[in-house]
């Protein structure tokens, strides 16, 4: 086990950013204290060779034109929230509307946007800590976010800790865009995904601006059942509303029960590796990059685009504080925010 800090760069305005490194007989992973940001994630495949798994830039600046979230850590509210307003112990916040008239992903000065502070504990953990001023992008209350990630054998676990010294509302997720075929190597289209089987059996049904209306649709009998392992491909152009309206999937997928707890496995068939994800939150945005476009240079040399990755944002609903029966997002002084995730790498049974 190794743990490295080291330079990677600076920012548009000159704020040094730094690189740290985790590594392990089986799996490194690099960490951008700009948006707490996943850069690499180096997984052997078949025959051995270390593949790096997740989409990325090769520099800061690279990043800071990052318009589809490649790696970073969003919040204070991932997803979206409609209309860009909720209601607060009887108060109404405005927050910054920045697709149409809802608020994704926390407007303009979320996580993903900041620079980090960065240090470790013992030598498997990266402790990543920012702050988010209260009125930030319209969210209220100073709140503090701490992301801890570690190596635990062939797994990376991503904890999230929030604190805040007024009722606000957090809803954290990293953003990742998944290739376990290689970054650089095409379309996921072929990849084998199934989510949560059984308990994966209902997902959160959206208007025509992906914010959900409140109800929960099953999946059995329509292209959006992955509760049997299939190719992310195998439906994905079929005549149904919910992804001719997405241009494939960008739904989130309801995850029964509570706890630290297996909900998706994700196959690439080139290399044969396999990622479990499990997660604390009740839900999981599935993601197939149908709007991915590289803005700018991506790590070597390659060009990203639709459908070249899949995202697995493990998080708590779209629109929560909207719909009071959703899981509750409040995050109050006495009661933090505190979430896991866990992706463990394996090969696939021949």
């Known amino acids: 086990m190794s743990i490295q800090i080291k330079d990677f760069g600076k920012t548009t305005a000159g704020q040094p950013v730094k690189v740290g490194i985790l590594a392990n007989d089986t799996i ?10 996943i850069q690499q994630l180096l997984v052997p495949d078949r025959k051995g060779n270390k593949v790096d798994v997740v989409l990325g830039y090769p520099t800061v600046q690279d990043y800071e034109l990052n318009t589809c979230f490649l790696g970073a850590v969003v919040g204070r509210y991932a997803n979206r929230i409609g209309g860009s307003k909720f209601t607060l112990y009887e108060e109404e916040y405005h927050v910054t509307p920045n697709e149409g008239k809802n608020c994704l992903h926390s407007g303009l000065h979320g996580f993903d946007k900041t620079v980090f502070d960065m240090g ?29 990630y570690s190596l635990a054998g062939t797994g990376l676990m991503i904890q999230y800790t929030l604190t805040t010294d007024a009722p606000t ?3 954290i997720t990293n953003h990742s865009y998944f290739n376990l075929n290689g970054h650089a190597s095409g379309s996921v289209l072929g990849h084998r995904l199934s989510l949560a089987a059984p308990a994966a059996d209902a997902y959160l049904e959206a208007d025509e601006n992906s914010v959900p209306t409140g109800r929960k649709l099953p999946v059995k009998g ?23 309206q997405c241009s494939g999937y960008d739904h989130c997928y309801v995850i029964a029960d509570s706890g630290l707890r297996h909900t998706a496995w994700l196959t690439g068939p080139e290399t044969g ?27 070597d040399g390659a060009s990203y685009g639709q459908y070249s990755a899949v995202c697995l944002e493990t998080q708590d609903f779209p629109d929560a504080p909207n719909h009071p029966d959703f899981p509750d997002t409040t995050v109050l002084p006495d009661r933090p925010y505190s979430a896991t995730t866990l992706c463990r790498f394996d090969l696939a049974p021949l």
């Open 28 to 37: 490194e992973v690099h960490i951008l204290s700009y948006g707490a940001t």
């Open 169 to 171: 509302v957090a809803n």
């Open 273 to 299: 590796i396999r990622m479990e994800t499990l997660t604390t939150q009740p839900g999981v945005q599935l993601y197939t990059s149908n709007f991915l476009k590289s803005a700018t240079a991506c790590k």
């Open 120 to 148: 470790f504990e013992g030598d498997d953990t990266l402790v990543l800590t920012a702050a988010s001023p209260d009125g930030t992008d319209g969210f209220p209350g100073n709140a503090e976010l701490e992301v801890r």
């Open 222 to 244: 329509t292209p959006m059942d992955f509760t049997e392992e299939k190719t992310i491909g195998r439906d994905i152009n079929a005549d149904y509303p919910a992804l001719k």
